[in-house]
DNA sequence: GTGTTTGCAAAGTGTTTGCAATTTA
DNA sequence: TAAATTGCAAACACTTTGCAAACAC
């Protein structure tokens, strides 16, 4: 028995072509869970764990790939906030993370709310691609 | 043939009886390595490879469980810039990173030479332990 | 059809653990 | 000697890889 849904209308199959990326059954899926839900911040295991949830067959190896090929395309954005774990933030813009190491929990800062000044320039020959801010809170 | 160097004092007995540490050999031996050669950043792997260039014998489990007792007694810190890697820093004072992507370089940046201003209350329930700031650099 | 993508299972990496043997105070 | 520490090897968690089968255009 399939139970149909009326779902908000996806951006995942415009999301996918912007990028060059093929729609395939697997992608399309895959963004569906992460961009139809508004910011999110999702491990790898995380997200395979969603899709079978879902009954979208997909394996983890397929997780890994595409989340890399999003990442490359910039559609998301690798965290690395705990050695051993990778997380992908949906919102690609410029921000900041609070971190929470009880439950490993990520969560937005916005830009106005925080203020880097004073970033001192690359040293010779490097250029800086990204200041990351992790505010670590325990609880 | 061993050649014997004259060596500057090291901290390192004194280091480990401040924080209440039984100074058994290998937590010394590593300690000096740490300790003895101003600010470092430096993984696991790393310091292991160090200790049998060193001719000092001590098990890779030993020197993450040395690593991990250090950095809870407050001896060292440790940061998270990869994923699947720690690096353990010897300067436990106040201050932020370069991150150099291509050769997973860490380098101090003073604290007088970046500021992070307005930083947000803690979520309530919440209590902030740390702000990292990590710059990448390219190159 | 042709090149891309997928799934599987195996391999890889960095880290942790259990426990007997050793060392320290 | 009693308690703490070590080393080993096995176990672990997460991630990547190689390659044949399946798929998209």
Redesign the pocket.
């Known amino acids: 028995m399939t139970i149909m849904t009326v779902r908000p209308y996806s951006q995942a199959l415009d999301r996918l072509r912007a990028v060059g990326?093929?729609?395939?059954?697997?992608?399309l899926a895959l963004a569906r869970l992460l961009f139809d839900g508004g910011d999110r911040h999702i491990?790898?295991?995380q997200l395979h764990s969603e899709a079978m949830a879902g009954n979208i067959?997909?394996?983890?190896?397929?997780?890994?790939?595409?989340?890399?090929?999003f990442t490359e395309a910039g559609l998301l954005r690798e965290i690395v906030v705990e050695?051993?774990?990778?997380?992908f933030d949906t919102n690609t813009s410029d921000h900041h993370h609070f971190f929470y190491e009880k439950t490993s929990q990520l969560c937005d800062i916005p830009p106005d709310l925080i203020a880097v000044t004073r970033v001192p320039s690359a040293p010779a020959g490097h250029t800086i691609r990204r200041v990351d801010v992790i505010v670590r809170v325990d609880g």
Chains 1, 2 share one sequence.
């Open positions: 990326l093929r729609p395939t059954r697997q992608r491990s790898a295991e067959r997909v394996s983890l190896a397929t997780v890994y790939n595409t989340l890399h090929q050695s051993g774990r990778s997380y």
